[in-house]
């Protein structure tokens, strides 16, 4: 029986309103430069596919990975063939922008299924990797109190789809791993990673019919029932 659904965030409940690229661009109008955001944006997809992702470690990550976001910046901007003076005051701005009202929206499935899941007595959490900027993000879009629990990778010190972060949505739960059902837009991150720990999991989000399938793969009623 489902007694937990858990979420991805960034391609399932949440989507960026412009692409990270213009963002970039928008703010480096602040610091004097006129960028393309076009071009920035074709540069951030190639870094974004060819930079590993921070590494895993014991614990919390001391930075919240904010390191690895300048990372992140530095080299867009350098793969675009821009130069920023100040780059430091200009990587603030755009890193706080990112957790600010405005950033991100909601899927327009998203505040139906929440109400929808909580009437029915399903608890509620979030699996993302993100840090935690993530939780000033839903806190402005009006769902951060859905949630009873919201684990973030950069506060565990893994990554999906280690088998690390889905364990500890089922101990703060305090439920078995197969009582949870992880909904996320990402085959190797949300579906084979939750699976390989346990739990139940779906392909849900992104460009796919938004969360469709949700409520056909909740057995409400267990085994038998």
């Given at each position: 029986?489902?007694?937990?659904?858990?979420?991805?965030?960034?391609?399932?409940?949440?989507?960026?309103?412009?692409?990270?690229?213009?963002?970039?661009?928008?703010?480096?109008?602040?610091?004097?430069?006129?960028?393309?955001?076009?071009?920035?944006?074709?540069?951030?997809?190639?870094?974004?596919?060819?930079?590993?992702?921070?590494?895993?470690?014991?614990?919390?990550?001391?930075?919240?990975?904010?390191?690895?976001?300048?990372?992140?910046?530095?080299?867009?901007?350098?793969?675009?063939?821009?130069?920023?003076?100040?780059?430091?005051?200009?990587?603030?701005?755009?890193?706080?922008?990112?957790?600010r009202s405005g950033?991100?929206?909601?899927?327009?499935?998203?505040?139906?299924?929440?109400?929808?899941?909580?009437?029915?007595?399903?608890?509620?959490?979030?699996?993302?990797?993100?840090?935690?900027?993530?939780?000033?993000?839903?806190?402005?879009?009006?769902?951060?109190?859905?949630?009873?629990?919201?684990?973030?990778?950069?506060?565990?010190?893994?990554?999906?789809?280690?088998?690390?972060?889905?364990?500890e949505a089922a101990?703060?739960?305090?439920?078995?791993?197969?009582?949870?059902?992880?909904?996320?837009?990402?085959?190797?991150?949300?579906?084979?990673?939750?699976?390989?720990?346990?739990?139940?999991?779906?392909?849900?989000?992104?460009?796919?019919?938004?969360?469709?399938?949700?409520?056909?793969?909740?057995?409400?009623?267990?085994?038998?029932?």
């Amino acid at each position: 029986m489902i007694r937990v659904v858990t979420f991805d965030a960034a391609g399932t409940l949440i989507r960026l309103v412009d692409p990270p690229g213009h963002t970039y661009a928008k703010k480096a109008r602040l610091f004097g430069y006129d960028l393309d955001p076009v071009r920035v944006q074709d540069a951030f997809g190639v870094v974004w596919k060819s930079l590993s992702p921070p590494p895993d470690s014991g614990g919390p990550q001391p930075d919240d990975d904010r390191h690895w976001w300048r990372t992140l910046v530095a080299k867009t901007i350098d793969q675009a063939q821009y130069k920023i003076d100040r780059f430091d005051d200009y990587f603030k701005e755009v890193y706080e922008t990112f957790a600010r009202s405005g950033a991100w929206e909601l899927f327009p499935s998203v505040p139906l299924i929440l109400t929808e899941l909580n009437r029915l007595g399903i608890r509620l959490g979030v699996i993302s990797n993100f840090d935690r900027r993530l939780y000033a993000v839903l806190l402005h879009l009006g769902v951060r109190d859905a949630f009873e629990h919201v684990i973030i990778s950069s506060e565990i010190g893994v990554r999906k789809p280690g088998a690390r972060i889905f364990l500890e949505a089922a101990q703060r739960f305090g439920v078995s791993a197969h009582e949870i059902l992880h909904v996320g837009d990402d085959p190797e991150s949300d579906l084979w990673g939750a699976r390989a720990a346990g739990l139940q999991a779906i392909l849900a989000g992104g460009k796919t019919t938004h969360l469709s399938g949700l409520f056909s793969s909740i057995n409400l009623h267990g085994p038998g029932g």
